[in-house]
């Protein structure tokens, strides 16, 4: 599958960002100081398991557009994380990971690996 890059304007940003795939949302968040491109090798895993998988260039990462004012406080950061809050699954890393804690959306579930996901071989289904 072809990872597309594309923009969204959320939280009054303009994001750069990364998808493949089709389904219900799988949002893949990432952390200092990675990029999108960290979940290259999930996003493809992500959509052949019937996601729609995608991984924003957060706040402060080009092509992300830079926030007026600089912004780039814990409500911003939560707040960019929760734009999506139809999501049914975030996968977060490093920094990703307190933005999705502390956003207000109704995510199904969070994966919070320890680092950024290797491409590897696993026996186990997706839940």
Request: hydrophobic fraction near 35%; include cysteine.
């Amino acid at each position: 599958m072809e990872i597309k890059a594309s923009t969204i304007r959320a939280n009054g940003l303009e994001f750069g960002l990364l998808e493949v795939g089709g389904g219900p949302l799988a949002l893949c968040l990432h952390g200092f100081p990675d990029t999108a491109h960290t979940w290259r090798y999930l996003l493809p895993e992500l959509a052949t398991a019937g996601y729609h998988a995608v991984a924003p260039f957060m706040r402060g990462y080009a092509p992300t557009a830079v926030p007026d004012g600089g912004r780039y406080d814990i409500g911003a950061l939560a707040g960019d994380a929760g734009a999506r809050p139809d999501s049914e699954m975030k996968v977060v890393q490093d920094a990703g990971t307190f933005r999705s804690w502390s956003s207000p959306d109704k995510s199904t579930s969070i994966f919070s690996p320890g680092s950024p996901a290797e491409p590897v071989s696993c026996p186990y289904q997706p839940v």
